[in-house]
């Protein structure tokens, strides 16, 4: 595949600098640093729905969507983020067939190794895409100094389908504002996606002392 320039990367690494990625939590089994992903992601005991990082950064996802509008050339759900995320050996197991992987940033060494498969080795990506099935080959970065970024675009693997089709999605610009707009409904990250344990009324905690024990119950 051809290089990207690198100024391609510009303001979506601004972005990046201006306001980091928070840590993804459930990340850190397959290594060490900042993750989100947006467009469709999995829910646990949901089905799947678009990320809260769509709303939370909409100018992000529009300057995602921006550049694979030029570059990214599969068809694809979601993309991840990286942001200095020092990855372990694994596989994508929530992503399946071809993925688009390159990366960008002011950084020495990160190459992608590619521990099986006929892609097997070390590659360069910066500026540089590649593209396979990570949810089949093992794969890993080297260690790296500086700032290293990369994106992911993929197919979400879905544990659980909505009963209907998902509203359409778009990030809409107004008065130079970045929103995320999902149907008709503009999502922010004061009222976020509905959930079906808003709005319940919490259970009262009862605190009865036993024998000197404090025994909790909820009613």
């Known amino acids: ?112 190794k590619i521990h099986e498969g006929d892609l097997s080795g070390t590659h360069s990506i910066w500026c540089n895409p590649i593209k396979t099935d990570f949810s089949k080959v093992l794969h890993s970065v080297d260690v790296f100094d500086g700032e290293r970024y990369s994106l992911v675009f993929y197919t979400l693997k879905a544990t659980r389908m909505p009963e209907e089709p998902l509203p359409p999605a778009s990030v809409i610009i107004e008065d130079g504002k970045y929103f995320f707009k999902r149907g008709d409904k503009i999502i922010t990250a004061k009222v976020g996606l509905e959930h079906p344990l808003r709005g319940r009324k919490k259970k009262e905690t009862v605190i009865q002392k036993t024998s000197g024990d404090f025994i909790v119950s909820f009613d």
């Not at 200095?84 to 960008?104: C, E, I, R, T």
Request: aromatic letters at 14%; glycine letters at 8%; charged letters at 25%.
């Open 1 to 112: 595949m051809p290089p990207i320039p690198s100024e391609a990367f510009d303001e979506i690494l601004e972005e990046l600098r201006k306001k980091p990625l928070q840590v993804n939590k459930y990340r850190d089994h397959a290594g060490d640093g900042r993750s989100q992903a947006f467009g469709l992601v999995n829910r646990r005991c949901l089905p799947v729905d678009y990320s809260r990082q769509c709303w939370l950064r909409p100018k992000l996802y529009y300057l995602l969507l921006e550049f694979a509008k030029k570059y990214v050339d599969i068809p694809f759900t979601s993309i991840t983020v990286n942001q200095n995320y020092q990855a372990a050996p694994h596989y994508d197991k929530g992503n399946q067939g071809v993925s688009y992987l390159v990366a960008f940033g002011s950084y020495a060494g990160g190459d992608l």
